[in-house]
């Protein structure tokens, strides 16, 4: 598919990367074995005192030599509270690390931006003060050539009717949003309708996939995580698990979506299998849908 080009997101190795059996370099190098157009980076895992700048750049290097493209950089923010950092130390943070993604060469990169109301009483009351700094972040990325999103993503701001308030009170050219098809499950939404609606925003996919238990019953136990209306869900391979995946690609069809989609695979399988079988999957759904 010419319009549509496959990655990886380094979160898929995430397992592996925490056991210390592979480093954000080895996945450079197995995307390209396994068949991806890129890589998507989450985070920046520098070595204890080396500089994330440094980092980076020695990142670039190996996506280079390797032949992959790096497609987008994710990083955690909270514009409200902060992150690890005082409030007032937010916005320097992670222009600090937007500068770092310049030299991975992405144009796209998504942060967060609040994980708590904090002070206030509602999403909506936090939004003026929100929106507004989201819109200086986005102004100090677009000097670097990189576009910022939101992505449906922390529970606060996962709701589609949420993410399109902040898209709409931001109101900024350089300002979009990553879709994540499996996101939506968190906030105990239905991911179709969600997608169908914000969809025409989207400048950045990631596919993934959950199984569901409803609420209605017992926790099921080790492996899945509880949803903020109270269903469980846990990680699938891609189009093995109850995310209507197919009919949210036909809403990016019927949006006319074209770029990049990230394979994020959150399940419990080996994970090279996982990898290798949601991939499978996704480029199948993919020629099929925007074929029709």
Known sequence: MADIKYCVSTYSFNKLIKKGEMTQFDTIRKAKEMGFDGIEFVELNARDGEDIKAYAQRLKEEADKVGIEIANFCMGADFINGRNVPKSEELDRVKGIIDAAALLGVKTMRHDVIGKLGEYLTFDTALPELSEKVREISKY????????????????????????????????????????????????????????????????????????????????????????DGSFIKGAVFGQGNVPVVQILRALKKAEYKGWISLEYEGWDDVFDGIRIGFSNLKKYVEAIFCE
């Open 141 to 228: 990325a677009e000097e670097k050539g990189i576009m910022t999103m939101v992505e449906n993503h922390g529970y606060l701001c996962q709701d589609a009717l949420r993410v399109e308030k902040l898209l709409s009170k931001v109101n900024y050219k350089n300002f979009g949003l990553l879709l994540d098809m499996g996101n939506f499950l968190c906030a105990g939404e239905d991911p179709a309708l969600c997608a169908s609606l914000i969809a025409p925003y989207a400048k950045m996919v990631h596919a993934k996939d959950f199984h569901i238990k409803s609420g209605e019953g017992f926790d099921p136990g080790e492996r899945f995580i509880k949803t903020r």
